[in-house]
């Protein structure tokens, strides 16, 4: 390549707009050498002819830089005339979302609120018609819908408060007859009550008392036999008289028309107390009764009736469930605020399956329906009562043929009071 | 010999008293009712102790027939045991205040055992 190519290709360069590309062939160090090369050469033939070559090639120089300003010149006018065109582009942008917002979105938002207003309730909402286009017919739908809507809205209402009305007349005859149903259930409650104690229990007395007349020799003396058949009468209506009595406490329990009188007992001789009635029993078993009883707990105010029935429904189950030779175990103690029994048993203990049922009233255990004891299913029931009465708790572990153990709570502050027809029978 | 009325309108229980009061070496006259009871007080002029069955006696109730002994001056002093299957908790507690010596359930009680109270109190 020579000196003339390199700067034809610079001012091809320029002509494009490749300013960059023109500028980095003038500036070479290929360029400078060629031109110095050509100006020595120049410079050997000229110079004896007289003639100034720096001043030759200036010229030339000088037409190459008007050319580049020009050039540049050109250059920015194009920018200008682009950056012209768009800011023109987004001022007229901007001018035609403003024109949009007043003609057409303006009103549609309003519409819209409207929409969000009625979705609320406001159902008597209606939108000003401004125009007659489009959106002035999407405005005259909208207030059509709004009152159709109130329409229905009202209609609904009127039929609603007529069922409401019809519903309520319903409910209060059922109500009615609810209530009715209940006093018929009462009643009946209290008629059975009527019935076991006085119906019941005086034959049951009669028999008593004829029996033990008789077993006293008031008929004349009995043999031996006559005697065992007699003796197992008396029994046998005791047991009666025991099951009515419980029976009697349950529809008491059950109807809350048990009283609670609270007065300051010593626990730990009511519970000897029950112990040494539950003596003949214990002994005819060989089954061996052992206390631990906290001293300090002896007066709490409590009703005796009522705590005298939970320790004999616990220790008998628990003698009687004992195997020979048995042992029950019985405290009283007491443990921050509360007073705790415990009557522990190693006897035939509770199935494990069952054992959710086991305050259930008149429940009896498989394991203890196979043997010879009797019981009517009740006792643990009315303990239950009780003691969640008195605000304690009940509980139980237990394992089958290894025993079991029931925990009795309740306040050591003691029961209250509560008025009533009737007391239990313990 | 001291006399007990026995005031009980179920006859088999009324016969068992008698005999086992009679048993007893006491006189017995007995009333199926309050209105009878009180002709029998008027006729007698004496009694030493009062056997009461609370309910179904007559119109009147044995809660009726305790009022009117304590209010005469004349038979107040007499004691008095009432013995019933029904009588609710706050009937005995009136029995009680109204100054009855026992109160007893029938089923619940040897009839040995109330007699012998009985003639403690004569």
Known sequence: MSLVDLETQAINSVDVGELETAQHLLDSKKYWDYKAEYKAGLDKYVMPAGVDLDSATSISTKALDTAQNDLLKLNRLKSYVIYGLIAFILLSLIFLIIVLNRVLLSPIARIREAANSVSSGNLDLRLKIESDDEVGELAHDFNNMASSLKKSVTNIEKIVSTRMAELEKTNALLVGRDVTKEREIDRAKTEFISLASHQLRTPLASINWYAEMLADGGAGKLNKTQKQYLDEIYAGNQRMVGLVNTLLNVSRLELGTFIVEPKLTNIIELADGVILEMKPQAEGKEVSVITKFNKDLAELLIDPNLIRIVLQNLISNAVKYTREKGKVWVAIDKDKEDVVITVKDNGLGIPEAQKDKIFTKLFRADNVKKTAIEGTGLGLYIVKSIIEHAGGTVSFTSQENKGTTFTVTFPLKGMEKKEGTRELDS | ?122
């Open chain 2, 1 to 122: 010999m001291s006399t007990v009325l026995v005031v009980e309108d179920e006859l088999p229980l009324q016969q068992a008293i008698q005999l086992e009061l009679e048993k007893n070496g006491l006189a017995v006259v007995t009333a199926r009712s309050v209105k009878q009871a009180e002709v029998l007080l008027k006729e007698l002029g004496k009694v030493d102790a009062v056997w009461l069955d609370h309910y179904r006696i007559g119109e009147e109730s044995g809660l009726d027939f305790v009022a009117k002994m304590k209010n005469s001056k004349k038979w107040q002093k007499v004691p008095i045991f009432a013995v019933s299957n029904t009588a609710s908790a706050d009937k005995v507690k009136t029995y009680l205040k109204l100054g009855i010596n026992k109160f007893y359930t029938k089923a619940n009680n040897r009839l040995e055992a109330i007699i012998s109270e009985i003639k403690k109190s004569i």
